[in-house]
């Protein structure tokens, strides 16, 4: 059979340097819907949208429970107290980190100058270190979503810490494998704990754990709703994460 | 008579500089430089810059010291109640930051804190 000839016209370019074009195209939806909902519009033309960069539906969770954190970014000190918990409960050497604490300077603004932003593993939907990973020694948990580490089958190739658009893996010398956050899974959560070391030590409230599928929980309640923006970083990855963003 | 006066007047000069040298480089040792005093607990790290609030804002020395702020700096560290809750009730920095006679402290948190990052930025200088 002959193969159909390639209209390069119309086909899709799929360069990285069209991918934030696009994005911006979206969040030009984005505003287009929220208009509508001012004047009388859906509330489902939003979060339809949404769902696009989040990684969740309104009407069903791939998992339950479904692990996820909001990080109120201008409430951040940088005292890195949550490092220093999470470095404590995970056993995490002091060339490697499970999460991180990144700043930047706010040129505009006039008296805030600098912003702290905390960053941690996004426990992806669509988990791009997953998907290239040539063992299975990552893996996404089937119950509660969460990106595990098998460190027995890691054989150190770091695919998954190329492929990881968060930057959210380090290699352990000690125990021959990539290392991640795990939300404290194997230290916290299976022990019957039910926040994360990070979150708990935190004393500025930036860190809300919580279980997305619940209606009843802070985080379900702070994600649907639309006065307040609430994003997730790198939302072009199109790896639906878990991990979202807002002020207040 | 006239070399006795002179000599005298040196000597109190002298003294004088010494004071004025010696205060400014405890405050350097407690504080990381001359201006700004680096709080680190009960977080760490919080600038205040004390050159700002004394001579840029025109504030007096009496209107903090000694009552609010002893003269030792970071000496309030010891206090049990040195942070925010106090500040909300009035006490310690709060005094003056509560919205009306200076900002606010419920949000823009990076004004005063400056972070572990901050405080390595500092201390390399």
Redesign the interface.
């Known amino acids: 059979m002959i193969p159909k000839k390639l209209d390069l016209k119309d086909s899709q370019i799929e360069s990285p340097d069209l991918l934030p074009k696009i994005e911006r195209r979206k969040f030009l939806k984005m505003g287009f819907a929220v208009t509508g909902l001012l004047a009388g519009g859906k509330i489902l033309s939003l979060l339809s949208i949404a769902n696009k960069s989040f990684a969740f539906s309104k009407e069903q969770y791939p998992y339950k429970p479904h692990y996820s954190m909001l990080i109120y970014q201008n409430r951040c000190i940088d005292c890195e107290l949550c490092l220093e918990a999470c470095i404590k409960t995970n056993n995490v050497p002091t060339y490697g980190y499970r999460t991180n604490i990144l700043h930047r300077k706010v040129s505009m603004a006039v008296d805030q100058q600098v912003e702290f932003i905390p960053v941690l593993c996004n426990q992806c939907n669509r988990p791009p270190c997953v998907t290239g990973c040539p063992t299975k020694a990552t893996y996404k948990d089937s119950k509660n979503g969460i990106v595990m580490m098998n460190y027995k089958k890691c054989i150190g190739c770091k695919t998954c810490m190329t492929a990881c658009p968060y930057n959210a893996r380090y290699y352990n010398e000690e125990i021959r494998s990539v290392d991640k956050c795990d939300f404290c899974y194997t230290n916290r959560l299976s022990k019957g704990l039910t926040t994360t070391a990070c979150s708990e030590a935190c004393p500025a409230k930036v860190r809300i754990f919580g279980d997305l599928s619940n209606p009843g929980s802070e985080l379900y309640q702070m994600i649907h709703q639309v006065e307040k923006t609430v994003w997730v970083i790198r939302p072009e990855s199109g790896a639906a994460p878990n991990v979202f963003y807002t002020r207040g | 008579m006239k070399k006795l006066k002179i000599l005298l007047l040196t000597l109190m000069l002298l003294t004088g500089l010494y004071f004025l040298l010696t205060t400014k480089s405890s405050l350097a040792e407690q504080g990381g430089n001359e201006d700004l005093i680096i709080y680190t607990k009960?977080?760490?790290?919080v600038s205040f810059n004390h050159k700002a609030h004394s001579e840029d804002y025109g504030i007096s020395c009496n209107i903090c010291h000694d009552k609010i702020f002893q003269m030792e700096a970071l000496n309030v560290e010891k206090k049990d109640d040195f942070n925010h809750k106090s500040f909300s009730k009035g006490k310690y920095c709060g005094v003056c930051h509560d919205g009306k006679k200076g900002?606010a402290m419920d949000?823009?948190?990076?004004?005063c804190?400056?972070?572990?990052?901050?405080l390595n930025k500092i201390s390399k200088r």
């Open positions: 009960p977080v760490k790290a900002f949000r823009q948190c990076t004004r804190h400056i972070g572990v990052k901050g």
